[in-house]
């Protein structure tokens, strides 16, 4: 019997030096976001020790670090110091801090840009405590040119023609919706919805310009001529 209460007194004490406070983010080695989510946000938790009430502040500075998308062009979030407060606990949800990303929107970009949150000078906790195991979060940013989501067609997937154009482009293999079509120097030149698969393009002036067009399948992003 003595035997037994030893080994689970053991059992108990191992368990709590197990036990302790967890701090980082909410996702695991990446986060993704289109860049006209308004909810778009860096998610910070604690796990207070046993679930109990924090007795003491857990945080981090948070930094930011340029990658293909900029801080002040891409994105407005700067370096900045976040700590949880004694009393935070997971009953209130107090342990979830979000902040916001505010991305800004760019209707000429397509495709994705990204970013990485570091997470430096602990507060209250090692890097042993971090979760995951991570102080580094990539953050991506997808761009569509419009905001609603759709892939990027391949030239494979449509057909575009005549090029070059003189009065009417058409759109094939595909059922287009609306469109934009912007000049080289990122001048949004025509716009509109599109019917019969067709876009009237004799107000045009003779050059290049980019197509944008939203399909049932996707978007179309394609430079075409104006003759």
């Known amino acids: 019997m003595k035997k037994v209460i030893l080994i ?15 701090f980082g983010f909410g996702q695991i080695d990446y986060d993704n976001w289109n860049v006209n989510d308004p909810n778009a946000h860096l998610l910070l938790l604690v796990w207070p020790q046993n679930n109990d009430t924090l007795d003491f502040e857990v945080g981090a500075d948070i930094f930011v670090l340029d ?30 801090k979000k902040i916001a990303y505010n991305f800004v929107p760019n209707t000429t970009f397509w495709g994705k840009k990204d970013f990485t949150i570091k997470l430096g000078n602990l507060q209250g906790v090692t890097s042993a405590d ?8 990539r953050v991506i940013i997808d761009y569509d040119g419009t905001g609603i989501g759709l892939p990027k ?16 482009l058409y ?9 934009k079509i912007y000049d080289l ?24 310009y980019v197509l944008y067009a939203q399909t049932d399948k ?3 992003v394609q430079k075409f001529l104006k003759d």
């Open 218 to 220: 996707g978007m179309i």
């Open 8 to 22: 689970v007194a053991v059992l108990f004490f191992a368990i709590g030096l197990k036990a302790q406070t967890r």
């Open 67 to 96: 990658g293909t998308a900029k801080a002040g062009i891409d994105f407005n979030m700067s370096t900045s110091k976040w700590t949880f407060p004694i009393g935070t606990n997971i009953f209130d949800s107090s342990n979830r």
């Open 185 to 208: 120097s990122g001048r949004l030149a025509q716009e509109g919805g599109i019917l019969q698969s067709s876009i009237d393009v004799s107000n045009l002036g003779n050059g290049l």
């Open 171 to 179: 759109i094939g293999g595909v059922n287009p919706t609306a469109y």
């Open 153 to 168: 067609l391949s030239v494979h997937d449509y057909r575009l023609y005549p090029i070059p154009a003189s009065t009417m």
């Open 130 to 137: 971090l979760l995951n195991g991570q102080d580094l979060l």
